[in-house]
């Protein structure tokens, strides 16, 4: 992998956009710590050492008729508003569109923005680059992605969908590696849905999101990842919060073979409050990890967090929560949950919630939970007529869509449930239901 | 291979014909660790040559182990040539010859605690005269424990006696490439207790270190081993509420419980051992590995433990569920004040159909210390209708101090059932008030509230050593509030 | 007994009592009513000595002594008790064991023997008979799972115990049925006696038609805006406080 990757930079260096500098420097810092191993506690129970082997190419450019159809059997149905689309890491000008934005709300091209200002501080602004090194390899070789600014006071209502499209090619194992910036100026609010869809072949997704949220700020970001059964996603989401500014985070992976979100949120000053949902179902002999953090780093911020994992097949979920409290941070306030569901005999959840803290003025708790459906709830059903497998069904969709109400987006909440509808056995009957 | 293994032993025996020790008689090694020392010790003890190789065997792979890193401790490496690994008893002449003699800090502690006065004199290490105490109660106590056929003796008596039981269970919990400080543990240990409790023989009382034989200089790598055959029950306590006066920095121990079908042993520990001045100067490194297997079914081992001593502490006393409807328990108060640190909490794996696993983890931090939970729950595809509850609650007192939680939990079966639940939290201002507003003083106080917070695991301890660890849990926060 | 001159205490920055004066004579029974955020509760912590409140000037003489200067438990063993608006739970910690060490510290503190604990729990069994409580709750930790009338009625069956000489009732009757509250109000009443003063803080006046006040004051805006007998509370009831409001121009 490592030399193939050289191999890019040598000959694409001069197409990508931005700082040729700052690229370089990235990549060759990636290259001399390699992808993270299982030896280190955060990899533990996720393996990337298949992509030591592999040979990765960057994606060349994409056939627009085809890009479009692709786009139309993806897309989610019923959601209106500004929309950036990429294919395979190229932005789609003909599916995208940007009209009747609120004046102070700027959508962009992020290789458009640092081909006009090429500067160094457009990247790399949030992200922790020592603890998730990943995201060097997208700073020296992504594409393309899109940059999200709210300025002061403005409120963004409409959600911002960008739709991350990557089309497997049986010739060449793909990397595509979308970049998302979000900025929100003091008192700005502003919505982000990161859509993440594949098909075809193998390919492998290296997405990195950097949110700035100024004082009062308010932003809420959807990560969804929708994955064809043979791509392998990594993405890693950095905040920083600064006074008062609030985040809600939804993360739901619904597809995908390899799977390893990185969630890292830092609230640096006094107010500010993070919510972070979260939904995995998986299926098959797919592996699904979510590692999130959060770092309290002053006093008076508050964060809540709800994860919840449905397991079938022969898949593996891997949830890591870890909450840091930091000295003197005081008046913390700290509540993580993360409930299972294992359906199967074959499959294996690990979850780990973590609370590591310095400070004494704090009320945090967390809880983990692995079981089955309850009982009582299934023996209701069943009295009341239902077969077994629709009682089933019925009770495992009810679990997956307290975490899809909260959503609040009635499009995208529709096409969430209908795909976790289809993931369960007797669908056509829960459909009835429901 | 084989033939590689029996040149090696011809050579290791061959080597001790020649006895490269002159001085067998000598009471001590000078300090360092290599083949001859771990031969001489062996010698000492006058063990069978398999016992000889499996120390060799354990030291050989220790060697090639790195010095564990994950736990959330921090102090300077330990340089294991620097440790002298085998010395005998003090002489009475070298000990101290009265109580006069003894640091009155300690003796301030001991008259908190309430320890009787002759108790005193034996804990401070002073040179008693033969006929104590409690030499009578250990001879009735032999008696009687010997009517039921039930062997507790110390671990050089066991090899001695009961080689057989010995060899067939050493090692069989604890392996000695387990990890690294078991496998010295394994290489260098030096004395400890050996328990064997038989069929159906429900054990007439409770086993205490307090009365134990040969108690003195166990040492530093102290091994223990407990054996309940099908059907029997014991009860065993050890450590004592008093802070023991101990030279050594380093200490590791092992200790391997068995629990064959229908056997339940549970286990009991209050330590203590001395955590280092309010600066973090001196105190003892206790990093020990406790585990028990519940080999049959129905069995059950429970670890109740207590821990307030020691200027590290590194420590996780687990349970195999193997048995069908097996249940392993573990209860601990772990209290870090100053500079201590604590890493400790439990590993329930669950093997057997039907096993059940509890787990009730009680932190206390104040001053500058650190306290971490660290607890793996596993349960294998094998084990149907597995069920475990995990509650883990943190109590910070001063905002100097950490207090950490890492559980890990992987399931393998659908039909697990696995709660985790954690909280930290300071003691409440209301709680504090409400009990100053009642004309309690505020230390209490904060002692009320604290042993309510611990009450849980309280309850588990038997009825004379609870009393006792709440006690040493007030003492062990003297100075925490204010 | 008790004499509050002009005080001045606030919290957070914020300004609750400004200027607040009154007088209890011993074997009286004060009641202090309100509209919520007068300060009613904030003068009940602040006699008790809870800390975070900030005495900004005026005095509090118990007994000559100057009360402000005393630590909360030694204001406790002097005589001063608080019953809680909202009792606190502490889990694990007996009641029994509570009520002992408190019941102990306090005759200590008088120059009294400790009670054995035979002689304790005679004591305790005759109180909880009197508040009608369950021998059950003795080994119930501190308020834990209480309902909200089993937490004010054991607060009460405290008071009973301990026997204080001021007694500072901070929203007794809230949360409480007809039943409840007439059970704590019998206990109330049955501690009348001429060494001990009671002091009721409410906003209702229904507890006044049960343990009858000497006096009654009502305090707005952080100062006693006015004092009468038993009437004063029916005339509240009638009108509201914003009646007082205005009558008394504030």
Redesign the interface.
């Known amino acids: 992998m490592l030399e193939s990757l050289r191999q890019h930079w040598r000959d694409q260096a001069a197409a990508l956009p931005g700082n040729a500098g700052q690229r370089e420097r990235a990549l060759e810092a990636f290259l001399a710590q390699g992808l993270p191993t299982t030896a280190e506690?955060e990899w533990k129970y996720t393996s990337l050492a298949h992509l030591e082997e592999a040979h990765l190419t960057l994606p060349g450019p994409v056939d627009l008729a085809e890009a479009m159809a692709a786009v139309a059997r993806h897309a989610v149905p019923g959601l209106e508003g500004p929309r950036l689309v990429f294919v395979n890491g190229q932005l789609i000008p003909p599916a995208c569109h940007l009209d009747g934005l609120p004046a102070g709300l700027a959508i962009e091209s992020l290789a458009q923005v640092l081909r006009e200002n090429d500067t160094a501080d457009t990247l790399d602004r949030v992200v922790d680059l020592d603890r998730y090194r990943l995201a060097r390899l997208n700073t020296a070789l992504f594409q393309d992605g899109a940059r999200v600014r709210a300025a002061r006071g403005v409120a963004g209502d409409a959600p911002v969908y960008l739709l991350f499209l990557t089309l497997g090619d049986a010739e060449a194992l793909q990397l595509v590696q979308p970049r998302v910036l979000i900025e929100a100026a003091e008192a700005a609010s502003v919505t982000v849905i990161e859509h993440h869809c594949g098909e075809g072949e193998a390919a492998v997704i290296n997405a990195v999101t950097e949110i700035v949220a100024q004082p009062g700020s308010r932003v809420t970001h959807y990560r969804i990842q929708e994955q064809a059964d043979s791509h392998a996603q990594v993405a890693g989401l950095n905040a920083r919060l600064d006074r008062d500014a609030a985040l809600v985070c939804h993360n739901v992976d619904l597809g995908g073979a390899l799977v390893r979100n990185d969630v890292h949120v830092r609230l640096i000053a006094p107010g500010a409050d993070v919510e972070l949902n979260g939904l995995y179902f998986t299926r098959g002999t797919s592996h699904v990890d979510n590692h999130t953090r959060i770092d309290h780093l002053a006093p008076r911020t508050t964060s809540r967090e709800d994860y919840r994992g449905v397991l079938d097949g022969r898949s593996r979920a891997v949830f890591n929560g870890k909450v840091l409290v930091a000295?003197?941070a005081?008046k913390i306030e700290a509540h993580q949950s993360n409930n299972?569901l294992?359906?199967?005999?074959?499959?294996?959840?690990?979850?780990?919630?973590?609370?590591?803290?310095?400070?004494?003025?704090?009320?945090?708790?967390?809880?983990?939970?692995?079981?089955?459906l309850d009982a009582t709830a299934l023996f209701y059903l069943r009295s009341r007529g239902l077969d077994e497998d629709t009682a089933r069904g019925l009770l495992t969709f009810a679990f997956a869509e307290e975490v899809i109400t909260r959503l609040g987006i009635a499009p995208l909440a529709e096409r969430l449930s209908g795909t976790v509808i289809g993931h369960l056995p007797d669908s056509d009957r829960l459909r009835e239901f429901t | 291979m084989a033939t590689n293994e029996h040149e090696l032993e011809h050579l290791v025996s061959r080597k001790y014909k020649h006895g490269f020790f002159t001085d067998i008689e000598s009471d001590t090694v000078p300090p360092g660790l290599n083949e001859d020392v771990i031969r001489f010790i062996s010698a000492k003890k006058e063990e069978p040559e398999w016992l000889t190789e499996w120390r060799l065997k354990a030291y050989r792979h220790w060697l090639t182990m790195p010095v564990p890193k994950?736990a959330h401790v921090q102090y300077p490496p330990i340089d294991f040539q620097a440790i002298s690994y085998y010395s005998a008893p003090k002489r009475p002449e070298d000990a101290p010859q009265s109580l006069d003699e003894v640091d009155p800090k300690l003796l301030e502690t001991y008259d908190k605690l309430g320890i009787p006065l002759h108790e005193r004199a034996r804990l401070a290490g002073v040179a008693v005269d033969a006929v104590f105490d409690s030499v009578s109660v250990t001879t009735t106590f032999k008696e009687k424990l010997g009517e039921a056929g039930v062997i507790f003796c110390s671990f050089s008596e066991a090899v001695r006696e009961h080689p057989e039981l010995v060899r067939r269970y050493l090692g069989s919990v604890v392996p000695t490439r387990d990890n690294f400080y078991a496998a010295l543990n394994s290489a260098v240990f030096t004395d400890g207790s050996f328990v064997y409790i038989p069929k159906g023989v429900r054990c007439p009382m409770e086993l205490s270190t307090y009365f134990r034989i040969n108690a003195a200089n166990t040492g530093q790598f102290e091994r223990t081993l407990i054996v309940a055959d099908e059907g029997s029950h014991v009860s065993y306590l050890e450590g004592c509420t008093a802070p023991m006066r101990d030279e050594n920095q380093l200490h590791a121990a092992v200790v391997e419980l068995v629990a064959l079908k229908d056997a339940e042993i549970k286990y009991s520990t209050v330590q203590n051992w001395y955590p280092g001045d309010e600066e973090g100067r001196g105190g003892i490194y206790n990093f020990v590995t406790k585990r028990g297997d519940c080999r049959g079914a129905n069995s059950k081992i429970s670890w109740t433990q207590v821990e307030t001593g020691s200027a590290i502490t590194w420590k996780y006393p687990s349970c195999i569920l193997r048995g069908e409807n097996s249940v392993g328990e573990f209860y601990s108060v772990a209290v870090a004040n100053n500079l201590q640190q604590a890493d400790t909490g439990t590993k329930m794996i669950h093997i057997g159909r039907n096993t059940r696993s509890t787990i009730i983890s009680k932190g206390i931090s104040a001053g500058r210390a650190q306290n971490a939970y660290r607890g793996l729950v596993r349960?294998l595809?094998t084990a149907e209708g597995a069920r475990n509850f995990t509650q883990c609650d943190?109590l910070?007192?001063?905002?100097?101090?950490?207090?950490?939680?890492?559980?890990?939990?992987?399931?393998?079966?659908?039909?697990?059932?696995?709660?985790?639940?954690?909280?930290?939290?300071?003691i409440?201002?209301?709680?504090l008030?409400?009990?100053?507003?009642?004309?309690?003083?505020?230390e209490?106080?904060v002692n009320?509230?604290v042993?309510?917070?611990?009450?849980?695991v309280f309850r588990e301890l038997p009825m004379e050593f609870a009393v006792e660890a709440q006690a040493l849990l007030n003492v062990s926060l003297e100075g925490a509030v204010g | 007994m008790l004499k509050i001159k002009d005080l001045h205490a606030r919290i957070d920055g914020k300004d609750i009592l400004k200027g607040l004066t009154l007088e209890i004579a011993a074997g009286e029974v004060h009641a202090i009513m309100g509209p919520n955020g007068a300060g009613k509760s904030t003068l009940a912590q602040v006699l008790?000595?809870?800390?975070g409140y900030e005495i900004v000037s005026g005095s509090v003489e118990y007994f000559g002594k100057d009360l402000l200067e005393l630590?909360?438990?030694e204001?406790?063993?002097e005589g001063v008790?608080?019953a809680?608006q909202y009792?606190?739970?502490?889990?694990?910690?007996?009641n029994v064991?509570?009520?002992k060490?408190?019941?102990n510290?306090?005759r200590k503190?008088r120059g009294e023997d400790e009670l054995d604990a035979y002689a304790f729990m005679k004591v305790v069994r005759e109180k909880m008979k009197l508040m009608q409580m369950d021998p059950s709750f003795l080994n119930r930790?501190?308020n834990e799972g209480f309902s909200g009338g089993e937490k004010k009625r054991n607060e009460i069956m405290?008071m009973a115990v301990?026997e204080p000489k001021l007694a500072l009732l901070d929203e007794t009757d809230s949360g409480l049925d007809i039943d409840a509250m007439k059970i704590v109000a019998d206990g109330v009443n049955s501690l009348r006696s001429p060494e001990r003063a009671i002091v009721m803080v409410t906003h209702y006046q229904r507890l006044l038609d049960h343990i009858v006040p000497d006096r009654v004051h009502v305090l707005a805006d952080g100062r006693i805006v006015k004092s009468g007998d038993r009437s004063l509370a029916l005339e509240l009831e009638a009108h509201g406080y914003e009646w007082l409001q205005q009558a008394v121009g504030t």
């Not at chain 1, 690990?350 to 708790?365: G, H, M, Q």
């Not at chain 3, 008790?48 to 800390?51: F, K, L, Q, V, W």
């Not at chain 3, 009792?87 to 007996?94: D, L, S």
């Open positions: 506690e000295e003197d005081q299972n294992l359906l199967s005999r074959e499959c294996e959840v690990d979850t780990k919630p973590e609370l590591e803290i310095y400070a004494d003025d704090v009320r945090c708790s967390h809880g983990a939970t692995v079981g089955q | 994950w349960v595809p943190s910070l007192i001063g905002d100097r101090c950490g207090a950490h939680t890492f559980p890990y939990i992987e399931a393998r079966n659908p039909s697990a059932q696995i709660e985790h639940e954690a909280t930290t939290s300071k409440g201002e209301d709680q008030f409400y009990c100053l507003q009642r004309g309690l003083s505020e209490d106080a009320m509230i042993n309510g917070f611990c009450k849980e | 008790a000595g809870r800390e630590a909360p438990e204001r406790a063993r008790f608080l809680f009792p606190v739970e502490i889990p694990g910690v007996n064991y509570l009520l060490a408190a019941l510290a306090i503190h930790g501190v405290q301990l």
